[in-house]
Structures are given as C-alpha cells and as structure tokens.
C-alpha cells in the first residue's frame, strides 16, 4: 500500500538555521512527489514538485528537495530560514497507477525570531 | 480565475444527523479528492473521483460517501454525524496525476 512518512513532528529553529525535514514514502512503483506548506488559518499551497529528470529540485521561497530514489526520500531543505517560514509542511505523493494522492502527517515548523 | 470553493467555511451539526460538504472547482479537472485533517495525523484521504460517475474510497471512507454527476463538483456527505467525524475537511482537485493539486479553504466541522 502506499503511504508517505514524514520523521519530524514538531521543529523548532531560530532564524538563519537551516532545515532539513525528512519525507520516506512506500510505494514501489513510480511515484510523483510534493512539498505543500499551510500557513496557520490558510490552505495548502505547493513549494515543489518532482516528477522527471533532475532529482534536486528548487521550489518558491528558497526551498528545494532531493529525490533519492534508492532510499525512497524526498527531504525538504532550506539554507536559512526565517520568521515567515512558520507553517506546517506536508509531504505528499501521487502514484502514477492509481492516481491516489497521499500526505505523511505534516511537520509543524516553529521559527524564533 | 479558476478556482476550488469549499462551502460552508464552519458547520455546527447534531449527533446523527446527515451532512453534506460542497467543493465545486472551476479549473475543469478530472481528479478530486476529500481529506480531513486532524492533530497528529496529517491530511487522510477520504474519496476520490477520476471523473464524472466515478468515485473510490481513501484510507478513512468509514461513515462518508460522495458522488460525482458532473466534472466540478464532488459533494462530501456524512450519513450521519458522529463526534469523532469532528475535523477540518479539505477538498482538492488534480488536472492530472503529473500537475499539481489545488486546495479549497476548509470546512470546519463540528458534530456536538
């Protein structure tokens, strides 16, 4: 079955860290992969995607994303953070059989000015 | 602009009784889909549309059922509302399964 793990719950950085949230999805055949960011009280909104060619892939806001396809992972990155990137960040996957568009749990993002 | 609507935004129903959740998406997409989301849990799919006249169930269908007569609008009903059916309710839709998924704003749903 197919489903998406996402390692961290709740992160906790000050400003000009960088990020790293973890994504592992469970499906094995191919797969398009997501980041979606929900600013507190607003819907989901895509940072990236990837579905074909180059496995590193650069999203809105400074975010990008490895795909590494041996590990099944798909982790979000960011140099620096800031204030603004307070959210929660979803992992999601579309399999290209069944269409199905699943989400890991989300990572709830806290920045500390 | 094209665009999902949710409506309505907050629902306050009664133990037992039928509820049904409007989505309606101006994009022309043939890929809908219901979740809930709920604390520690992430975003859980309920159902599923591929295109007029079909629908599957998702990981938590128990308790909710959709139908799909026309390309843009896939109502979400609860045939009746239990406590634990308490949750925000997101509705999305998909040109294909290679583009991304626009989402509503939510409905907030309270069964007391």
């Known amino acids: 079955a197919q489903s998406v793990s996402q390692h961290n719950h709740h992160v906790i950085l000050s400003e000009a860290a960088s990020l790293e949230l973890g994504c592992n999805y469970s499906y094995g055949g191919t797969v398009n992969l997501f980041w979606y960011v929900q600013y507190p009280g607003q819907h989901l909104q895509l940072l990236l995607k990837y579905f074909s060619g180059d496995p590193l892939v650069k999203g809105i806001k400074g975010f990008e994303a490895e795909f590494i396809k041996s590990k099944f992972s798909f982790n979000l990155r960011k140099p620096s953070v800031q204030w603004s990137d307070t959210a929660e960040y979803f992992c999601?996957?579309?399999?290209?059989?069944?269409?199905?568009?699943?989400f890991g749990q989300g990572t709830t993002l806290q920045v500390k000015p | 602009d094209a665009e999902i609507t949710q409506s309505p935004r907050h629902k306050i129903t009664e133990t037992g009784r039928q509820v049904t959740l409007a989505c309606h998406q101006t994009w022309n997409h043939n890929n809908m889909f219901w979740y809930r989301q709920d604390l520690g849990h992430g975003l859980r799919l309920i159902h599923y549309?591929?295109?007029?006249?079909?629908?599957n169930k998702g990981e938590v269908s128990d308790g909710y059922s959709v139908s799909r007569s026309n390309t843009e609008d896939l109502p979400l009903t609860l045939e009746s509302a239990a406590s634990s059916q308490t949750s925000v309710y997101f509705c999305?839709?998909?040109?294909?399964?290679?583009?991304?998924?626009?989402f509503g704003q939510g409905t907030r749903l309270t069964v007391v």
């Open positions: 999305a839709s998909m040109l294909r399964r290679d583009t991304e998924a626009f």
């Open positions: 999601a996957v579309v399999s290209s059989n069944t269409g199905k568009l699943i």
């Open positions: 549309s591929y295109g007029v006249q079909d629908t």
